[in-house]
Nanobody, 120 residues
Framework: QVQLVESGGGLVQAGGSLRLSCAAS????????????TGWYRQALGKQRELVAG???????IYADSVKGRFTISRDNTKDTVHLQMNSLKPEDTAVYYC??????????WGQGTQVTVSS
């Protein structure tokens, strides 16, 4: 079993920055655990969950158009941790942010979510 723990959420004024972290633990060192992609998703109140940013095992990255140029996803392989640096935050970035890991075994793991609130 794999556990994902997010941290770094909080309340910030528009234009501010936050850095989210997603730490993986558990069976991450097992022989069958191979990450295809780690992603950050968000879900605002009354809306569907959407992909914000993703990073592949080959370090390729993808971003939602709404966050390009403001958010940066990165990975620290030594700590099994993925970060999401969020700059120039806007009120519309307010949501619960979830970390997701997708593996070569077609498994999806989700964290519990961390709240990000951007005040205007």
């Amino acid at each position: 079993q794999v556990q994902l723990v997010e941290s770094g959420g909080g309340l910030v004024q528009a234009g501010g920055s936050l850095r989210l972290s997603c730490a993986a633990s558990g069976a991450t060192s097992g022989p069958t655990f191979r990450i295809v992609r780690t992603g950050w998703y968000r879900q605002a109140l009354g809306k569907q969950r959407e992909l914000v940013a993703g990073i592949s095992s080959g370090s390729g990255t993808i971003y939602a158009d709404s966050v390009k140029g403001r958010f940066t996803i990165s990975r620290d392989n030594t700590k099994d941790t993925v970060h999401l640096q969020m700059n120039s935050l806007k009120p519309e970035d307010t949501a619960v942010y979830y970390c997701n890991v997708y593996t070569t075994s077609n498994e999806n793991y989700w964290g519990q979510g961390t709240q990000v609130t951007v005040s205007s």
